[in-house]
């Protein structure tokens, strides 16, 4: 079976995450599984959702709450199909690309911030980086590229790959996803930490 990967050129002193789309505007890879709310009063953790990858090519899903007598109701949202809210009972499996919303609520009112969780055709496929990412932006390394959790306008939260000086080339192995038509990158600009836009950016497939 043929492969498919993406290589992104970054020419650039700045923080960068990415993603791409095929023809059928199915999201392939998100260049940047865990996602959490907090309460929009109190500003406390309510939901954790969690994407595992599963040998059949879905992703289990897990919600949990620390708080107890929370009700849970979730969606999918797909390319042709928007689901009905659902109860959350138990740990459930979805096909990539798709993308999930997940609420709380208390007293039969919503609690919380809703967390989504967009899970993408290059969720937890492997990234190659041709060099090191700069020592303060080096985040878990490429992989966090494509764990489908966005970074935050906070440039030290560790969701960011930042790189200095040479050119940085990621490789994504999409691994028999063919047909790429759209290609966004997303990168975090802050002058004030010497923090500015990519120079060039080439993306190859």
Known sequence: MKKTTIIIFAMLLGILQAYSQDTTNHKIASLNKTQTNADTTNNIDVLTVKAEPQQDGKY?????????????RYQTIETDHE???????????????????VQAYKDSKAYGKEVKLDL?????????????????????????????ENGSLDLNDEKWLGFEGNDMVATIDLNHFDYISIASVYYLVNTNYRIFEPIEIKIEV
């Open 60 to 72: 289990l899903i897990t919600v949990t709450s620390k708080e107890n007598n929370l009700k849970i």
């Open 83 to 101: 689901s009905r809210l659902i109860k959350y009972v138990l740990p459930f499996k979805v096909y990539p690309p798709v993308l999930i919303k």
């Open 120 to 148: 993408c055709l290059s969720s937890f496929k492997n990234v190659t980086l041709s060099r090191e990412p700069h020592k303060k932006y080096k985040g878990d390394g490429g992989k966090i590229l494509t764990d489908c």
